[in-house]
Structure formats: C-alpha cells, structure tokens
C-alpha cells in the first residue's frame, strides 16, 4: 500500500464549477501537507501549505486536512480553464519534513 | 530571473551510456533534492543536500551519483543507462528549514533507447 493514494482522474468539469480534489494517506506522523499543481510539461509550484488539522483558504482555493480520518482535500470555486493541470498532494512529518511524500496526481481539465 | 534551472531540458540516449543532468540555484537556498518522475506522474525524492552535505539518499541504485560542487549547484550523474531510468527528473531547492517552500525547476526528460 502506498503511502499516499490519490485518484489519476483524469476529472473533467465545465467553467465555474466547484472542484473537489482529495487525498487519503497511512502515515499518522505527517503533519505537513501541500498541495502542489503541476502544468504540462513544467516543473510542480506550491499552491497550499497547512500544518496539522484544520481549513486554510487562499482566494478561489481551500485546503482541509482531517487527520483523524487521515484525509486531505482542496476545493477550487468559481473554476477557470487555466486551473486545468495535475493537482498533486503532498506530506512530510516533523521529524523528516524536507522529505516530502507525493501522491500520484489527480489531473484536471476545466472545459470552457 | 531568479530560479531554479536544469540543463538539458531533453536527453535521449542509448542504454549503457553514462550520462549527466546539471542543476542551479540562484535563489540563496542552501538545500537542494533530485526527484524522478515516472510516466505516472508519480514525483518521488532521490536525493537531497544541504550546503553541499548529503542528507537524504533514499532507495536509488549506485548508478545514480549526485554532486554538489557548492550550495547553488546539484548535479545528477547516471552510469550505465537502463531502459527503466527514463522518466522526468526534477531539481528542487529551499531554505534551509525543512518546512520551507521547495522550488522545482522546469525537469529533464531522459529516454533511455
């Protein structure tokens, strides 16, 4: 079993749309988690950090992370079509924080 | 611009040959990783240093040397090509708190022939 499993998608929603994105993981000493969004053919750029449990929200994007489940969510409102790309989630624990573990992606496309 | 680049940006070469990715930083970051990503997307770590020492150095086979000439450089040198080492790879560097953000460059995509 994987540490992190994530649906490959790919999910395909019409502009405007509410995108939920998620992730579920096996470690219980991750306390760091990332969502990171990845453009065809280019490098992988942070979107959204949070530490331990709880929301954050960052304009059109929201993070949950529900440790006692062991599940991780980000939801776009209001999609544009240059949301479309892989959507990868990502965790590390306090003790190995650099070492970051990656889900598989799940890959997005807004239709206009 | 300030980031983090790779050099070449696409290497295709035969197996059995011996091969090298090179890597820079000029954002003042002391720590820099190597990832691979296969066909799956799947973005897993290979290496990582900080200011030029090794600190993680997961499960990768000795084929795979990396170099930190100084703390704005990694490379990636690769003995001895397998078909299986084709994939994407990624350089990445951050401050040196561990939580800090990490900045990938743009990847190298290697097809072993």
């Known amino acids: 079993q994987k540490e992190v499993e994530q649906d490959p998608g790919p999910l395909s929603v019409p502009e405007g749309a509410i995108v939920s994105l998620n992730c579920t993981y096996s470690?219980?000493?991750?306390?760091?988690f990332m969502w990171y969004r990845q453009y065809s053919r280019k490098g992988p750029e942070l979107l959204m950090y949070t530490y331990s449990s709880g929301n954050k929200e960052d304009g059109r994007f929201t993070a949950q992370v529900d440790k006692s489940s062991k599940y991780i969510s980000l939801f776009i409102r209001d999609s544009q079509p240059s949301d479309s790309a892989t959507y990868l989630c990502a965790m590390s624990s306090y003790s190995s924080a650099s070492k970051i573990i990656f889900g598989s992606g799940t890959r997005l496309s807004i239709r206009p | 611009d300030t980031a983090v680049s790779q050099t070449p940006k696409y290497l295709v070469t035969q197996m059995g040959n011996d091969k090298s990715i090179k890597c820079e930083q000029n954002?003042?970051?002391?720590?820099m990783y190597w990832y691979k990503q296969d066909s799956k997307k799947f973005l897993k770590i290979m290496f990582s240093?900080?200011?030029?020492?090794?600190?993680i150095n997961e499960t990768v086979p000795n084929r795979f040397s990396p170099k930190s000439p100084d703390k704005a450089h990694l490379n990636l040198h690769i003995n001895s090509l397998e078909l299986g080492d084709s994939a994407v790879y990624f350089c990445?560097?951050?401050?040196?708190?561990?939580?800090?953000?990490?900045?990938f460059g743009p990847g190298t995509r290697l097809t072993v022939l």
């Open positions: 240093y900080n200011n030029k020492e090794l600190i």
């Open positions: 470690n219980s000493a991750f306390q760091y």
């Open positions: 954002l003042g970051h002391d720590t």
């Open positions: 990445a560097s951050s401050q040196v708190d561990p939580t800090d953000t990490q900045y």
